[in-house]
């Protein structure tokens, strides 16, 4: 603990999305920032275990508004630039939903992630698993790793936590939310095809729209396969889950295993002009936790054999797969749904079906609360919870106290598992990566002044905290 090599002002405990985004943003405020994370390579679920078919979605509000880009915005504008991501796709298809998407390639997001980390000063520890937290009383005062070295102490004067799964969190001693098993989201083995014929695809989807599962846009079914029927360029879809009939057949068959939809997400490489088919719902399973490793062993076994019948499936039943191919298979299991740690605000759901407004804001959202993935259904269906969606359209605040856990000291949480009701859960990559943002820059902040992050709360504090945000492009007003 002498050593000077192991005293920094920030450490960032995991380096998925939130992750990366919280140690850019804390670094560019000028504090000592070390991100840790137990794997050899950075993005988490967005390209490790990823990519998510539409990669970056939810950026604008159903009035075509942009609400969401700092970080993230500066991540995709630079791989467009590069031809590696497509452009914020409006299309009319998608319009008034807000569930619209922009692509970036996954394999150059990870690229760009790292020469982000260099460009900013972020220290990194890679290989590295954080086991625990140094505390004292309820102040957290570093971290413990493990790695090829032995054991290893980190002190910090703020540690983020970014795992995910809120392990650490959990260890220092906060508050969380786990629903049971029975109640979990399902987790997926993601997996992706090349080699389809789009053509051949398209003009089956044109002959039966009925098939595709209404994502968003107009709830009138004419209107929408009208518009599917008009589609050319197959990237307009999105992605294509539904196919009732074959999926049936294929079930009635033996072909199908009854545990997950069929259909996949557009996946566009753009520089080689090829779009593969990315999977992310076909291997799947539930009544089980993120948090326990028997469980996840058990899922990582059961969704290796689904792929197989899934990928098979494909091939023999969906028109334009016959000659398609894996090209890829996630490295562990996609964890969907796990604790969430309870903080100083609990965003409800409420709020999302009021578009709320908080004097904390720290980014805007258009995310509606209550779809939940249920694995033996097939389909996406209503949260039991309950749901909402935002009023006109427009985007609620996300307030920064969602981010600081109770009772425990110089901590701060971003990503999947903030401080939310169930329904109002902010697990999709552009919250995880708002959360990050605000994270980072409030502990930096936090370094500066010489505050702890709860009483960064203060209303001067936010103040500041947000002149940074929006100095890093980070939209808090001006929109619906
Ligand atoms: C099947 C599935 C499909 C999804 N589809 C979409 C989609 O289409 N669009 C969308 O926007 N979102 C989607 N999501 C949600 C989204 O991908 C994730 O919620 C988001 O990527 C989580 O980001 P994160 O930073 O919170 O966590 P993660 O990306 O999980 O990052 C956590 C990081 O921490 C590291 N880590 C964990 N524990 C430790 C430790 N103890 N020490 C060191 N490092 C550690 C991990 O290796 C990882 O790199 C999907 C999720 C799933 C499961």
């Known amino acids: 603990m002498e050593n000077n090599r192991y005293k920094y002002d920030v450490v960032v405990c995991g380096g998925g999305t939130s992750g990366v985004a919280a140690a850019i943003a804390s670094a560019r405020t000028g504090a000592k920032t070390l991100l840790i994370e137990r ?30 880009a700092g970080i993230l915005e500066e991540t995709h504008a630079r791989l467009l630039k590069e031809n ?3 452009p914020h796709n409006l299309n009319e298809y998608r319009a008034g939903s807000g569930y619209i998407f922009s692509f970036v390639d996954p394999e150059w997001w990870g690229l760009l992630i790292f020469q982000m980390m260099t460009e900013n000063n972020v220290h990194l520890l890679l290989h590295s698993l954080v086991v625990d937290v140094i505390k004292n009383g309820n102040n957290v005062n570093g971290v413990i790793v493990e790695n090829a070295n032995g054991r290893e102490y980190i002190e910090a004067k703020v540690v983020i936590e970014c795992t995910g799964e809120g392990d650490i969190a959990a260890r220092a ?28 695809f398209r003009d089956y989807v044109r002959a039966h729209p009925d098939q595709i599962q209404p994502r968003g846009g107009t709830r009138d079914p004419e209107k929408r396969y009208a518009l599917l029927r008009k589609i050319e360029d197959v990237e307009d879809y999105g992605d294509c889950l539904g196919f009732y009939d074959i999926m049936n057949e294929a079930i009635k068959n033996g072909d199908w295993h009854p545990y997950a939809g069929m259909g996949f997400f557009m996946a566009p490489r753009p520089d080689g002009n090829v779009i593969q088919a990315h999977f992310q719902h076909s291997a799947q399973i539930g009544n089980l936790w993120s948090c326990d490793a028997w469980d996840l062993t058990a899922a990582e076994i059961e969704c290796r054999r689904q792929i197989q019948i899934a990928a098979k499936a ?5 028109p334009g797969f016959k000659n398609a191919y894996i090209v890829k298979i996630g490295m562990e299991l996609r964890l969907r749904e796990g604790r969430r740690i309870m903080g100083d605000y609990v965003l409800k759901t409420e709020d999302v079906g009021r578009g709320a407004r908080f004097y904390d804001c720290i980014g805007k959202n258009n995310f509606a609360a209550g779809g939940v993935h249920v694995a033996d259904t097939r389909t996406l269906a209503s949260s039991k919870l309950g749901g909402a969606i935002v009023p006109d359209g427009g985007s609620y605040d996300m307030p920064y106290r969602m981010l600081v856990p109770r009772k425990i000291e110089n901590l701060l949480i971003a990503g999947k598992h903030v401080s939310a009701e169930r329904p109002a859960y902010q697990r999709f990559l552009q919250e995880t990566m708002v959360t990050g943002q605000a994270a980072g820059a409030a502990a930096g902040l936090c370094v500066k002044f010489g505050v702890t992050p709860r009483q960064l709360e203060e209303e001067k504090y936010v103040k500041e905290l947000q002149d940074v945000l929006r100095s890093q492009g980070v939209i808090l007003e001006g929109v619906r």
């Open 39 to 68: 794997l050899g390579v950075l993005g988490g679920q967005m390209n490790v275990s990823g990519p998510p078919g539409f990669s970056y979605a939810h950026l604008f509000n159903d009035h075509g508004e942009q609400i969401i």
């Open 314 to 318: 494909f091939k023999k039943y969906m």
């Open 84 to 86: 590696h991501a497509s």
């Open 173 to 200: 001693g906060c508050d969380f939310e786990l629903l049971s098993r029975e109640d979990n989201e399902p987790h997926s083995l993601c997996f992706t095809m090349d080699g389809v014929d789009w053509n051949e």
